[in-house]
């Protein structure tokens, strides 16, 4: 209730702060994105910056970020050897590519002025269409390029460190791939937990944000078609003014929800790294049964 009454409060002042417009008729509207102006102080920074750095070749750089992080270790499964076997291992990798990606993006996050883009705690996610073979098996044809292509749908920490990415197929939900990201990172030990990813309608469903409070983080949508929306509030909850028009005339209850509702808990908890599972704590059925492992019932 606590976080409901926050942003109930912070929708009522966005109208004055030019954030969001509430018609006469209820409809909510949110301002065209626009470009801010190129400051010039920014600029001679960035300038100055890479001057300092200079020109250098990428073998460089990947060595120098390996002896920084020890990616290759994470790659090999064991220290390298040689010299050749750094070669190769540079043009060829290997499937423990993610745990060496962790590495170098949370040696990214550790950098100090990666602490003044965020507190490293929250992401974005969205997919990227890649050009494919049509012959690949998860290739589609892209509806704005009319190419075969392939969807890469990555989570990118506000601290621009690129923690997560999974190829998907176009044109398909992503909101499972949105939480299988955060879940993954927040499985690490060694990692920073993530409190919010945010996404875009298609990486948004109901059920999937009712999942991702049950794994601990909010699933934060910029929805399309926004003037079609209407706020659902409890019945005992006060409506701020100047907000009476989006309430429904029907407003939901705070009473506890049917034993049925109890089903999308068995999703969580057969979900790796689901909440529930790590307390130990399997939900009962609506006949009282326990589910099995994998949260499947009897």
């Known amino acids: 209730m606590a976080n409901l009454i926050t ?6 002042d966005a109208p004055d702060r030019g954030r969001i417009e ?11 994105i626009t470009a801010l102006p190129e400051l010039s102080e920014p600029v ?68 100090p002025i990666a602490a003044l883009w965020g507190d490293g705690d929250k992401a974005s996610a969205d997919m990227m269409s890649l050009d494919a073979s049509r012959h690949l098996w998860n290739a589609r044809v892209d509806p704005r390029r009319r190419t075969y292509a392939t969807g890469l749908y990555t989570h990118v920490r506000d601290r621009w460190g690129i923690v997560y990415d999974q190829p998907i197929v176009l044109n398909e939900r992503q909101a499972g791939v949105a939480i299988e990201g955060v879940d993954s990172n927040n499985r690490g030990e060694d990692l920073m937990r993530l409190s919010l990813v945010a996404v875009d309608t298609h990486g948004y469903t109901n059920p999937a944000m009712a999942i991702a409070k049950l794994l601990g983080f909010d699933l934060c949508p910029r929805l399309r078609d926004l003037a079609e929306r209407k706020l659902h509030l409890p019945r005992v909850f006060r409506v701020p003014e100047g907000m009476e028009v989006l309430r429904r005339a029907r407003s939901t209850s705070v009473t506890a929800p049917p034993a ?39």
């Open 7 to 12: 942003g109930t409060a912070a929708v009522c």
């Open 22 to 32: 509430i018609s006469a008729d209820g409809m909510l509207r949110l301002p065209a």
């Open 44 to 111: 001679r920074t960035r300038e100055t910056v890479y001057k300092l750095i200079g020109n250098i070749q990428f073998p460089d750089l990947l060595m120098q970020l390996d002896a920084a992080t020890n990616f290759s270790d994470a790659l090999l499964g064991h220290r390298a050897q040689t010299a050749d076997e750094l070669v190769a291992l540079y043009e060829e990798g290997s499937g423990r590519l993610r745990r060496a990606n962790e590495r170098v993006a949370q040696f990214q996050s550790q950098i």
């Open 260 to 298: 049925d509702n109890a089903q999308i808990s068995f999703v969580a908890h057969g979900l790796p790294g689901g909440l529930l599972r790590q307390r130990g704590v399997p939900p009962p059925t609506a006949s009282g049964a326990q589910p099995r492992r994998g949260g499947q019932r009897p």
